[in-house]
């Protein structure tokens, strides 16, 4: 039985990297030759079940697009029956670790994690491992600890160390969610997303429609998550994907009431709701910050969300911009002055500027190559 709890476990670990791949050679046959090293770019995820790649693109000035290689992840993509435009149904599937220069990609149909060097907007391959359970579906990331979602069987999560460009697994982090093995249709019933809050101190899973819960693990100083996690029940919510907003607030996207919300997270693991605003879109599942500004991915509608925020954590509406069909996972760059949504219907990427009041305003697309009903991706 899942059970709420408010310690931590703190234990000390010792973690040995063991290496996959031999050291990254940046020059490849997939990636163009000549390729600023200092370029920003965009990488994209096409969880392809005939071989999973990361699709890296040149951010331009203006925020446009252009491609700059593709890169085998060396495992496969999956697919949670009942899904179309989502196939793993989560958030966080391609996690960029800027301080240790690195991609973590999740190979949801091979299970295992995928660890990439990062130079500007090329990537090389430097691991493959296992996920510690099956269907990996989110990575999360802060400072040396980097803490896996797997998705089937229940649900679990497994802790790793960066260690010289490479991850180790934490003896002793694995711990079962508990979640119902058999509860069906699996897109709405998996977990959907594991985040670091902005300290490093907690970890937060939500279960979507298998509980409507968003659990909490205590971090240990080990890197070890606590026993079991505090369980906040939302009954009927469906809460999907993770963001903190910067006053630290825990942001959750609600499939279940489509919409966006707000809660105050304590030491203690427990989430207190400060507002709830609805999108008047379908498939309200997925929610990232850009600036000061938040943006809910409707895969229904399909469009993209637009939130203003206050301190006190009351959210307003400021519009919804229609997408190319299936908006799904999305990031931002440049400080927030850009904002890119992948579209899962046609495996694409939508290219949008964002004013100072919020909007947004499409300034191209970029078609990914055997992406349709992918997920994951990141900007730099």
Excluded at 36 to 60: K, L
Excluded at 293 to 315: M, R
Aim: glycine share 16%.
């Amino acid at each position: 039985m899942r059970t709420a709890i408010r310690v931590t476990a703190a234990a000390a670990v010792a973690a040995a990297a063991v290496a996959t791949a031999a050291t990254p050679a940046f020059a490849g046959a997939s990636s163009p030759a000549g390729v600023g090293e200092a370029g920003h770019a965009v990488f994209v995820q096409t969880d392809n079940t005939a071989g999973n790649r990361v699709v890296a693109y040149r951010r331009a000035a203006d925020g446009t697009l252009t491609p700059a290689g593709s890169y085998a992840t060396g495992g496969r993509g999956g697919i949670l029956a009942g899904s179309v435009v989502d196939h793993t149904a989560s958030q966080g599937s391609l996690t960029h670790d800027p301080r240790h220069g690195l991609l973590y990609a999740v190979n949801a149909g091979s299970d295992t994690i995928s660890v990439f060097s990062v130079r500007g907007d090329r990537l090389a391959l430097r691991q493959v491992l296992g996920s510690g359970g099956t269907f990996p579906v989110s990575v999360a990331v802060h400072g040396d600890l980097v803490y896996v979602l797997n998705a089937l069987n229940g649900g679990s999560i497994q802790g790793y160390r960066v260690h010289g460009g490479f991850l180790a697994r934490i003896p002793g982090s694995h711990r079962a969610l508990g979640l119902d093995p058999d509860a069906t249709p699996q897109f709405t019933t998996t977990p959907g997303q594991i985040a670091f809050t902005p300290d490093g101190a907690q970890l937060v899973v939500t279960t979507k429609g298998n509980g409507n819960d968003i659990d909490v693990f205590g971090v240990g100083f080990g890197g070890r998550p606590s026993g079991k996690p505090t369980v906040n029940a939302e009954p009927g919510t469906v809460p999907f994907a993770i963001a903190f907003d910067p006053f630290g607030h825990l942001i959750i996207a609600e499939a279940g009431t489509n919409a966006v919300a707000a809660f105050q997270l304590s030491r203690y693991g427990t989430a207190s709701l400060l507002h709830r605003t609805p999108t008047g879109q379908a498939a309200t599942c997925w929610v990232t910050t850009a600036g000061s500004f938040l943006f809910a991915s409707n895969a229904g509608a399909p469009s993209e969300s637009g939130f203003a925020e206050a301190a006190s954590g009351q959210l307003t509406l400021l519009g919804n911009t229609a997408t190319d069909p299936g908006a799904v996972d999305a990031a931002s760059a440049a400080g927030g002055r850009f904002l890119y949504v992948q579209t899962g219907g046609n495996g694409g990427v939508d290219e949008f500027s964002v004013a100072a009041n919020g909007a947004l305003a499409k300034i191209g697309a970029v078609t990914v190559p055997g992406a349709a009903g992918g997920e994951g991706i990141v900007a730099s």
